[in-house]
Structure formats: C-alpha cells, structure tokens
C-alpha cells in the first residue's frame, strides 16, 4: 500500500501546501528564465529551423529576421509571459506551509 494511514492529516496538509507551492514557484522561475539570456539565442534557432533557413532545398530564399529583430520581437511587452501570478501564489505557500510546520 503507497498511502500511510498514520501519517496525521494537519502534515499531510502542510505537505500538499509546500509541494503546490513549489510547483508554482518552480513554474514561476522557468517562465523567467525562458524570458530572458541565453534562451532568447535558443528560440532564435528553433524559428530559423521551423521557417527552414537551414534546410538544403530552401537555402539562401527563406528570409528570416535578425537576431536583433527576433530579440525586439520576443521582447514586447505583449509577446512576454509573466510569472508574476505564479511568484504572488508560490512564494506565500511555501512560507506558510513553513511556519506551520514549525508550530506543529
């Protein structure tokens, strides 16, 4: 059997809180991290790929943006994924499954 029947109920709550927490927290950084640095370069690739600049039959007649363009592109405030919503629930849910593990 997987479940533990003596494990109490107020743990098992504080455990689900921390976990839903971390999972929106975790959510939360890689949105972020897909928005920014090194990734930008990565998706520049991916859309030369899928508009077939490297493919041999297409060379040389795919026009594809810059990176500088594609980089202003992914940038605007209307193309940008917010985490914001995942730190504001995150965050608190793994400070309060926190402190009430630390009155039980």
Do not use: D
Request: proline share 2%.
């Amino acid at each position: 059997m997987l479940i533990i029947t003596e494990i109490p109920v107020m743990v098992r709550f504080i455990n689900g809180i921390f976990i839903i927490g971390g999972l929106y927290t975790l959510n939360g950084m890689r949105i972020y991290i897909r928005n920014v640095g090194l990734f930008k370069t990565f998706r520049y690739f991916a859309y030369k790929i899928r508009a077939g600049a490297y493919s041999s039959k297409k060379m040389g007649q795919v026009h594809t943006m810059t990176l500088a363009e594609f980089t202003e592109e992914i940038m605007k405030e209307e193309n940008q994924i917010s985490g914001k919503i995942y730190y504001l629930y995150g965050i608190p849910l793994v400070a309060i499954s926190y402190l009430l593990s630390l009155i039980i």
